[in-house]
């Protein structure tokens, strides 16, 4: 199945506009997905110590399981105000 | 009614504070971060502002929300995108309650929550380059 992944941040210029399409199995995890992303992109090597996680606008656990279609995005620590 | 925008304009504090300045309240705090000059020992020319912009407005929502049950006040939350200069306001909030101390507890519990939770990310342009601020790290910028 497809995930939509959003990077942002410093990671955001790794892909084009910040968002890659990936092929993931069914009922993958958050963390199956950041293992995925890792192997692809070695600039993605620290995304799981150092980023939060979202999936479909709403903070994720790294355990969620992950349906056809979702948009997961990586966030590292924010900064705005 | 707890609201909260992100907008690529000048923030006009004073039609926010009107949304919170019923007859009801006695007390009107604002709070405004803006842009500063200086960062970790460098100057800055100038910040912008990169959001997640659904979910940065969903979660602003929550947190006006949430002051607003904690502490029984009117709570509006605005922030802005884009390039900001120095001086001018990158985000504002306003609470407005019957006395003074819900409001000052709920706009100062805001921002704090705004910093940890708001899937926001400032640029600074320095002297030395352009870099991205991720909590207590500045990374690089390349374009």
Not at chain 2, 75 to 100: D, K, N, Q, W
Not at chain 2, 111 to 121: A, F, G, H, R, S
């Amino acid at each position: 199945m497809k995930v939509t992944v959003l990077l942002f941040g410093h990671y955001r210029e790794l892909a084009d506009g910040g968002e890659l399409m990936v092929e993931v199995n069914e009922g993958t995890t958050v963390h199956s997905l950041a293992d995925t992303l890792i192997n692809r992109f070695s600039a993605l090597a620290g995304i799981m110590t150092h980023c939060r996680f979202a999936v479909n606008e709403e903070f994720a656990p790294l355990n969620a399981s992950l349906a056809e279609n979702d948009v997961v995005a990586v966030l590292p620590p924010m900064s705005g105000g | 009614m707890a609201e909260a925008n992100i907008v690529k304009t000048k923030i006009e504090v004073a039609e926010l504070e009107a949304k919170v300045s019923g007859n009801a309240n006695g007390a009107v705090c604002t709070f405004v971060g803006q842009v500063r000059n200086h960062s970790r020992g460098s100057e800055v020319a100038f910040l912008e502002y990169d959001a997640y912009e659904p979910m940065a407005k969903k979660q602003m929502l929550k947190i006006a929300q949430e002051a607003e049950s904690k502490w029984g006040c009117e709570v509006v939350i605005s922030h802005r995108i884009g390039r900001i200069e120095l001086g001018e306001a990158s985000v504002v909030i306003v609470a407005g309650s019957p006395h003074r101390a819900e409001a000052f507890e709920a706009c100062r519990w805001c921002i704090d929550t705004l910093k940890e939770d708001v899937p926001v990310w400032k640029r600074e342009t320095r002297p030395d380059g352009t870099f991205w601020v991720e909590g207590e790290d500045l990374l690089k910028a390349n374009g």
